[in-house]
Protein backbone atom coordinates (compact mmCIF):
# COMPACT_ATOMS: atom_id res chain seq x y z
CA UNK A 1 0.00 0.00 0.00
CA UNK A 2 1.03 3.27 -1.22
CA UNK A 3 1.64 5.91 1.73
CA UNK A 4 -0.33 9.26 1.39
CA UNK A 5 2.32 11.56 3.40
CA UNK A 6 1.89 15.16 4.59
CA UNK A 7 5.39 16.91 5.60
CA UNK A 8 4.63 19.47 8.27
CA UNK A 9 7.86 22.14 8.20
CA UNK A 10 9.82 23.08 5.13
CA UNK A 11 13.05 24.11 6.79
CA UNK A 12 16.73 22.96 6.22
CA UNK A 13 16.04 19.29 6.30
CA UNK A 14 12.99 18.72 4.88
CA UNK A 15 14.24 18.08 0.81
CA UNK A 16 16.36 15.11 2.34
CA UNK A 17 13.14 13.85 3.42
CA UNK A 18 10.93 15.29 0.13
CA UNK A 19 13.97 13.34 -1.73
CA UNK A 20 13.76 10.18 0.48
CA UNK A 21 9.82 9.73 0.33
CA UNK A 22 9.87 10.20 -3.17
CA UNK A 23 12.57 7.45 -3.75
CA UNK A 24 10.68 4.82 -2.00
CA UNK A 25 7.32 5.39 -3.83
CA UNK A 26 5.27 7.99 -1.02
CA UNK A 27 2.12 9.78 -1.92
CA UNK A 28 3.40 13.07 -0.79
CA UNK A 29 0.08 14.70 -0.84
CA UNK A 30 0.62 18.04 1.18
CA UNK A 31 3.63 20.29 2.94
CA UNK A 32 2.89 22.41 5.74
CA UNK A 33 5.13 26.11 5.54
CA UNK A 34 4.11 29.97 5.84
CA UNK A 35 7.30 30.16 3.88
CA UNK A 36 6.55 31.43 0.44
CA UNK A 37 10.21 30.41 -0.17
CA UNK A 38 10.27 27.34 1.18
CA UNK A 39 6.78 26.60 -0.35
CA UNK A 40 8.51 27.20 -3.72
CA UNK A 41 11.25 24.73 -2.66
CA UNK A 42 8.80 22.27 -1.33
CA UNK A 43 6.42 22.44 -4.74
CA UNK A 44 9.79 21.42 -6.80
CA UNK A 45 10.28 18.24 -4.87
CA UNK A 46 6.63 17.08 -4.37
CA UNK A 47 4.98 18.62 -7.21
CA UNK A 48 1.83 17.64 -6.36
CA UNK A 49 1.47 18.29 -3.52
CA UNK A 50 -0.63 21.06 -1.35
CA UNK A 51 0.82 23.53 0.11
CA UNK A 52 -0.73 24.11 3.34
CA UNK A 53 -0.67 27.26 6.05
CA UNK A 54 -0.98 24.68 9.17
CA UNK A 55 -1.66 21.40 10.64
CA UNK A 56 -5.17 21.47 11.50
CA UNK A 57 -5.60 21.74 7.21
CA UNK A 58 -3.75 18.66 7.07
CA UNK A 59 -6.89 16.94 8.49
CA UNK A 60 -8.63 16.95 4.93
CA UNK A 61 -5.89 15.11 3.14
CA UNK A 62 -6.87 11.76 3.83
CA UNK A 63 -3.09 11.31 4.57
CA UNK A 64 -1.94 7.88 6.80
CA UNK A 65 1.51 9.36 7.70
CA UNK A 66 2.91 12.47 8.64
CA UNK A 67 6.51 13.71 8.80
CA UNK A 68 7.18 16.11 11.56
CA UNK A 69 10.31 19.01 9.98
CA UNK A 70 9.68 21.52 12.80
CA UNK A 71 11.73 23.10 15.26
CA UNK A 72 12.33 20.61 18.41
CA UNK A 73 10.80 22.58 20.58
CA UNK A 74 7.63 22.00 18.77
CA UNK A 75 7.48 18.53 18.39
CA UNK A 76 5.21 17.45 21.38
CA UNK A 77 2.29 19.78 20.50
CA UNK A 78 2.24 19.14 16.54
CA UNK A 79 3.09 15.50 17.30
CA UNK A 80 0.04 15.32 19.43
CA UNK A 81 -2.11 16.67 17.24
CA UNK A 82 -1.45 14.29 14.51
CA UNK A 83 -1.26 11.73 16.68
CA UNK A 84 -4.60 12.50 17.57
CA UNK A 85 -6.08 12.34 14.13
CA UNK A 86 -4.79 8.94 13.70
CA UNK A 87 -1.23 9.82 11.41
CA UNK A 88 1.89 7.56 11.84
CA UNK A 89 4.71 9.52 12.65
CA UNK A 90 7.66 9.96 11.72
CA UNK A 91 9.87 12.62 13.26
CA UNK A 92 13.23 14.48 12.71
CA UNK A 93 15.29 14.00 14.87
CA UNK A 94 15.67 14.94 18.03
CA UNK A 95 12.52 13.58 18.84
CA UNK A 96 12.05 17.13 21.12
CA UNK A 97 14.39 19.29 22.82
CA UNK A 98 14.06 17.75 26.30
CA UNK A 99 14.04 14.14 27.84
CA UNK A 100 10.70 15.14 29.27
CA UNK A 101 9.06 16.07 25.88
CA UNK A 102 10.65 13.08 24.27
CA UNK A 103 9.41 10.56 26.51
CA UNK A 104 5.98 12.55 26.31
CA UNK A 105 5.84 12.00 22.34
CA UNK A 106 6.28 8.01 22.28
CA UNK A 107 3.80 8.39 25.06
CA UNK A 108 0.84 10.24 23.30
CA UNK A 109 2.02 8.22 20.40
CA UNK A 110 1.02 4.73 22.25
CA UNK A 111 -1.57 5.84 23.96
CA UNK A 112 -3.30 7.26 20.41
CA UNK A 113 -2.99 3.84 18.88
CA UNK A 114 -0.50 5.29 16.08
CA UNK A 115 3.01 4.34 14.95
CA UNK A 116 6.48 6.97 16.03
CA UNK A 117 9.64 6.43 14.51
CA UNK A 118 12.85 9.33 14.70
CA UNK A 119 15.20 9.75 11.99
CA UNK A 120 18.13 8.91 13.39
CA UNK A 121 19.79 7.59 9.94
CA UNK A 122 23.37 6.97 10.78
CA UNK A 123 21.99 3.81 12.38
CA UNK A 124 21.26 2.69 7.99
CA UNK A 125 25.08 3.04 6.98
CA UNK A 126 26.26 -0.15 5.92
CA UNK A 127 29.21 0.19 8.13
CA UNK A 128 26.89 0.71 10.89
CA UNK A 129 25.23 -2.84 10.19
CA UNK A 130 28.26 -4.33 9.53
CA UNK A 131 29.75 -3.21 12.73
CA UNK A 132 26.74 -4.47 14.49
CA UNK A 133 27.22 -7.81 13.14
CA UNK A 134 30.60 -8.28 13.64
CA UNK A 135 30.38 -7.08 17.63
CA UNK A 136 27.44 -9.95 17.66
CA UNK A 137 29.62 -12.47 15.95
CA UNK A 138 32.32 -11.61 18.85
CA UNK A 139 34.77 -10.44 15.77
CA UNK A 140 36.80 -8.00 18.40
CA UNK A 141 36.38 -10.12 21.17
CA UNK A 142 34.70 -8.10 24.65
CA UNK A 143 34.59 -4.30 24.13
CA UNK A 144 36.83 -2.66 26.56
CA UNK A 145 36.72 1.14 25.58
CA UNK A 146 35.74 3.81 22.69
CA UNK A 147 36.61 6.68 21.42
CA UNK A 148 33.88 9.11 19.31
CA UNK A 149 34.39 12.40 17.67
CA UNK A 150 32.61 14.51 15.49
CA UNK A 151 35.09 17.37 14.25
CA UNK A 152 32.30 19.48 12.52
CA UNK A 153 32.25 22.93 10.75
CA UNK A 154 29.57 25.71 10.88
CA UNK A 155 30.62 28.84 10.10
CA UNK A 156 29.00 32.06 12.19
CA UNK A 157 26.59 32.57 9.55
CA UNK A 158 24.73 29.21 10.48
CA UNK A 159 23.70 30.46 13.18
CA UNK A 160 22.14 33.70 12.51
CA UNK A 161 18.55 31.69 11.70
CA UNK A 162 16.36 32.90 14.40
CA UNK A 163 16.42 30.10 17.54
CA UNK A 164 18.98 28.39 15.98
CA UNK A 165 21.55 26.77 18.66
CA UNK A 166 19.15 27.78 21.60
CA UNK A 167 17.76 26.32 24.43
CA UNK A 168 14.32 26.93 24.22
CA UNK A 169 14.22 26.37 20.35
CA UNK A 170 16.70 23.58 19.98
CA UNK A 171 17.66 21.93 23.00
CA UNK A 172 21.21 22.59 22.93
CA UNK A 173 23.91 23.03 20.89
CA UNK A 174 26.72 20.77 18.66
CA UNK A 175 25.51 17.51 21.18
CA UNK A 176 21.65 17.33 20.46
CA UNK A 177 21.40 18.88 17.06
CA UNK A 178 24.84 17.59 15.22
CA UNK A 179 26.28 14.90 17.11
CA UNK A 180 23.59 13.25 18.15
CA UNK A 181 23.72 11.21 14.92
CA UNK A 182 27.24 9.91 16.20
CA UNK A 183 26.55 9.07 19.62
CA UNK A 184 23.32 7.14 18.69
CA UNK A 185 25.10 5.32 16.35
CA UNK A 186 27.55 4.57 19.26
CA UNK A 187 25.29 3.60 21.77
CA UNK A 188 23.53 1.52 19.42
CA UNK A 189 26.89 -0.70 18.78
CA UNK A 190 28.23 -0.45 22.58
CA UNK A 191 25.10 -0.77 24.68
CA UNK A 192 23.32 1.96 27.34
CA UNK A 193 24.87 4.44 29.39
CA UNK A 194 25.64 4.06 33.28
CA UNK A 195 27.05 7.84 33.93
CA UNK A 196 27.95 10.62 32.30
CA UNK A 197 30.86 13.59 32.87
CA UNK A 198 30.54 16.27 30.73
CA UNK A 199 32.13 20.02 29.96
CA UNK A 200 30.65 22.30 27.25
CA UNK A 201 31.57 25.95 26.14
CA UNK A 202 31.10 28.32 23.23
CA UNK A 203 33.83 30.04 21.16
CA UNK A 204 30.87 32.49 19.45
CA UNK A 205 29.74 35.40 21.29
CA UNK A 206 25.74 35.38 19.63
CA UNK A 207 25.59 30.99 20.39
CA UNK A 208 23.64 30.61 23.42
CA UNK A 209 24.31 27.32 23.74
CA UNK A 210 27.85 24.73 23.13
CA UNK A 211 29.66 24.43 19.91
CA UNK A 212 32.30 22.33 21.72
CA UNK A 213 31.36 19.51 24.36
CA UNK A 214 33.27 16.65 26.14
CA UNK A 215 31.87 13.53 27.19
CA UNK A 216 32.96 10.60 29.31
CA UNK A 217 30.20 7.82 29.24
CA UNK A 218 30.67 4.91 32.33
CA UNK A 219 28.83 1.50 30.18
CA UNK A 220 29.66 -0.09 33.75
CA UNK A 221 31.95 -3.03 31.55
CA UNK A 222 33.09 -0.20 29.45
CA UNK A 223 34.31 3.70 28.91
CA UNK A 224 34.37 5.36 26.33
CA UNK A 225 35.58 9.50 25.53
CA UNK A 226 32.88 11.59 23.42
CA UNK A 227 34.09 15.12 21.74
CA UNK A 228 31.68 17.02 19.24
CA UNK A 229 32.53 20.68 18.05
CA UNK A 230 31.13 22.86 15.39
CA UNK A 231 34.17 24.66 15.71
CA UNK A 232 36.44 22.38 14.14
CA UNK A 233 37.57 24.20 10.73
CA UNK A 234 37.42 22.88 8.11
CA UNK A 235 35.36 20.04 9.30
CA UNK A 236 35.77 16.07 8.92
CA UNK A 237 34.14 12.46 9.25
CA UNK A 238 32.83 11.40 12.22
CA UNK A 239 34.77 8.52 13.85
CA UNK A 240 33.95 5.97 16.15
CA UNK A 241 36.51 3.42 17.80
CA UNK A 242 35.90 0.24 19.70
CA UNK A 243 38.52 -1.64 21.37
CA UNK A 244 38.25 -5.01 22.14
CA UNK A 245 39.98 -7.11 24.02
CA UNK A 246 40.79 -9.18 20.48
CA UNK A 247 40.81 -6.55 18.13
CA UNK A 248 39.23 -3.27 16.97
CA UNK A 249 36.54 -1.71 15.03
CA UNK A 250 37.23 1.99 13.44
CA UNK A 251 33.98 3.67 11.87
CA UNK A 252 35.19 6.90 9.56
CA UNK A 253 31.72 8.29 8.14
CA UNK A 254 30.62 5.52 6.23
CA UNK A 255 33.32 3.43 6.23
CA UNK A 256 34.72 0.33 8.40
CA UNK A 257 37.59 -0.66 9.01
CA UNK A 258 38.52 -4.36 11.26
CA UNK A 259 41.70 -4.43 13.52
CA UNK A 260 43.47 -7.50 14.34
CA UNK A 261 46.15 -9.21 13.38
CA UNK A 262 46.40 -7.11 10.28
CA UNK A 263 44.23 -4.14 8.68
CA UNK A 264 40.90 -5.39 6.76
CA UNK A 265 38.49 -3.12 5.16
CA UNK A 266 35.26 -3.70 5.18
CA UNK A 267 33.03 -1.05 3.99
CA UNK A 268 34.63 1.51 1.46
CA UNK A 269 32.01 4.29 2.31
CA UNK A 270 32.29 7.59 0.27
CA UNK A 271 29.61 9.89 1.48
CA UNK A 272 31.07 13.21 2.93
CA UNK A 273 27.68 13.95 6.03
CA UNK A 274 30.22 16.62 7.66
CA UNK A 275 28.35 19.40 5.95
CA UNK A 276 24.91 21.09 6.87
CA UNK A 277 23.24 19.92 3.80
CA UNK A 278 21.10 16.93 4.42
CA UNK A 279 21.03 15.98 0.87
CA UNK A 280 24.35 13.95 1.37
CA UNK A 281 22.51 11.72 3.74
CA UNK A 282 19.82 10.78 1.27
CA UNK A 283 20.85 7.15 0.54
CA UNK A 284 20.69 6.90 4.76
CA UNK A 285 17.19 8.72 4.42
CA UNK A 286 15.82 6.01 1.95
CA UNK A 287 16.78 3.42 3.42
CA UNK A 288 15.00 4.69 7.13
CA UNK A 289 11.73 4.93 4.95
CA UNK A 290 12.23 1.67 3.17
CA UNK A 291 12.58 -0.05 6.40
CA UNK A 292 9.93 2.09 8.75
CA UNK A 293 7.09 1.58 5.67
CA UNK A 294 8.32 -2.50 5.24
CA UNK A 295 8.06 -3.23 9.18
CA UNK A 296 4.51 -1.22 9.98
CA UNK A 297 3.22 -3.16 7.03
CA UNK A 298 4.55 -6.09 8.70
CA UNK A 299 3.20 -4.96 12.08
CA UNK A 300 6.90 -4.89 13.32
CA UNK A 301 9.03 -2.22 15.06
CA UNK A 302 11.43 -0.65 12.90
CA UNK A 303 15.28 0.16 13.70
CA UNK A 304 14.34 3.70 13.76
CA UNK A 305 10.91 3.25 16.27
CA UNK A 306 10.68 6.17 18.31
CA UNK A 307 11.12 4.74 21.74
CA UNK A 308 14.56 3.50 20.58
CA UNK A 309 15.39 7.31 20.31
CA UNK A 310 14.91 7.48 24.16
CA UNK A 311 18.57 6.11 25.32
CA UNK A 312 19.99 8.84 23.08
CA UNK A 313 18.06 11.66 24.38
CA UNK A 314 18.56 10.37 28.06
CA UNK A 315 22.32 10.70 27.35
CA UNK A 316 22.43 14.03 25.90
CA UNK A 317 20.16 15.51 29.15
CA UNK A 318 22.57 13.97 31.42
CA UNK A 319 25.41 15.59 29.75
CA UNK A 320 23.99 19.29 29.82
CA UNK A 321 23.16 18.09 33.31
CA UNK A 322 26.81 17.18 34.12
CA UNK A 323 28.16 20.33 32.47
CA UNK A 324 25.96 22.49 34.25
CA UNK A 325 26.54 21.18 37.52
CA UNK A 326 30.53 21.68 37.21
CA UNK A 327 31.55 18.28 35.22
CA UNK A 328 29.94 16.06 38.03
CA UNK A 329 29.28 12.72 37.22
CA UNK A 330 25.65 12.23 36.44
CA UNK A 331 23.87 8.94 36.60
CA UNK A 332 21.76 8.30 33.43
CA UNK A 333 18.22 7.63 34.30
CA UNK A 334 15.00 7.04 31.73
CA UNK A 335 13.12 8.68 33.69
CA UNK A 336 11.66 11.83 31.85
CA UNK A 337 12.83 15.06 33.94
CA UNK A 338 12.69 18.90 33.01
CA UNK A 339 16.18 20.42 33.39
CA UNK A 340 16.09 23.98 34.48
CA UNK A 341 17.17 26.22 32.19
CA UNK A 342 18.91 28.36 34.10
CA UNK A 343 21.28 25.08 34.67
CA UNK A 344 21.65 24.25 31.21
CA UNK A 345 22.61 27.72 30.08
CA UNK A 346 25.41 27.49 32.76
CA UNK A 347 26.88 24.89 30.67
CA UNK A 348 28.79 26.72 28.25
CA UNK A 349 29.84 29.59 30.96
CA UNK A 350 31.91 26.44 32.38
Not at 36 to 52: C, G, H, N, S, V
Not at 103 to 116: F, M, T
Not at 150 to 158: I, K, M, T
Amino acid sequence: MTRRVVVVGAGLASAAHLTALRAVGADVVGVVTRDETRAAAARRLAPEARILPNVDAAADLDADTAVVVTPPSSHLAVASALAERGLDLVIDKPLAASLHDAQAIVDVAERSGVRAAVTLQHRYKEAARRARQLLSDGAIGALRSATVTVPLWRPDSYYTEAGRGTWDRDGGGVLITQAIHTLDLYLSLAGRARSVVAAASTSRGRLEAEDTIHLLIDHGTHAASVTASTAAWPGGAETIHLYGDAGQLRLVGDSLVQIGDGVRRVVDGSVDASGPDPLSMTAWFRSLYDDVFTSWAAGAAPLSDARSGLPVQAVIDTAYRSAAAGTMPVTVSEETRDTVSEERESACQS
